[in-house]
């Protein structure tokens, strides 16, 4: 039979059979042996075969992946982790304060998701806590990435504030929501999905930092609305990058690869050499430092391979 992975807790996988049964399943040795480098070579959203066998089910197959999300094992440099597969859309929720989320962080999903064809939404969180300055820095955020090429939109998940706006742009849809813990996926989801009951933690005080509270992976299927589902996945504090070619990640930056073309030398890295364009846009403004600096700790990734928050 054939099915969708909606649920990873580690060792098992829940399928939803294409006719309407749902199974626990577990993973024939083998996938090991195909050069998957994973820590979960199966991965919520994947299409999977099963097959019975000796009183339990097994998944034998994965059907080839439109997409995927990816990032390095935070503990295993050679391995990855797959966040998440076949998604329509990714949602990276975001928090000013309570706690930071870097644009360091954003900007690394941002490109590895670009590496992998899966468009993204910023979802900036937590506006009843903010205050005036705060706020007039998520809105210079929002501009930046607005202009950068993505959408953007601000909300309080405990206020209500936006959340009919982001209800609308999940219809008909799989979405990932990622995002550092305790920037609020779990209350978001919550209020759509009342009975999902998703456990929630308050933010620790001597850090600013989120408490995991998610421990695994799980599809949620949103009511009245049709195919539409969300994946919740666990909090992430740091995003290492995977398996992207250092020639390759000028193209995963949307305006440094615009400016990119003027550079004098077709392989330059736009780090030292003379007639880059890109060094001149960001000396002239036309490319955010934040988001060149970027640019430059991934090349760093390459150059050194550590794993960088």
Known sequence: ??????????????????????HDCKVKGNFRLRGIRSTNPVAVGDRVVVCEAGGASWITEIEERRNYVIRKASNLS????????NVDQAMLIVTVNHPVTSTTFIDRFLASAEAYRVPVVLVFNKLDLLDADELHYLDMLRTLYDTVGYDSVSISAVTGSGMDTLRSMLDGKVTLFSGNSGV???????????????RTADISDAHNQGMHTTTFSEMIRLPQSDNAWIIDTPGIRGFGTFDIERSELTSYFKEIFRFSHDCRFSDCTHTHEPGCAVIKAVEEHYIAQSRYQSYLSMLEDKDDGKYRA
């Open 1 to 22: 039979m054939t099915g969708l992975v909606i649920k990873n807790t580690g060792f098992w996988y829940t399928v939803l059979a294409d006719d309407g049964t749902v």
């Open 78 to 85: 050679k391995q990855s982790s797959i966040i998440a597969a």
């Open 184 to 198: 609020g996926k779990s209350t978001i989801i919550n209020r759509f999905v009342p009975d999902a009951c998703l």
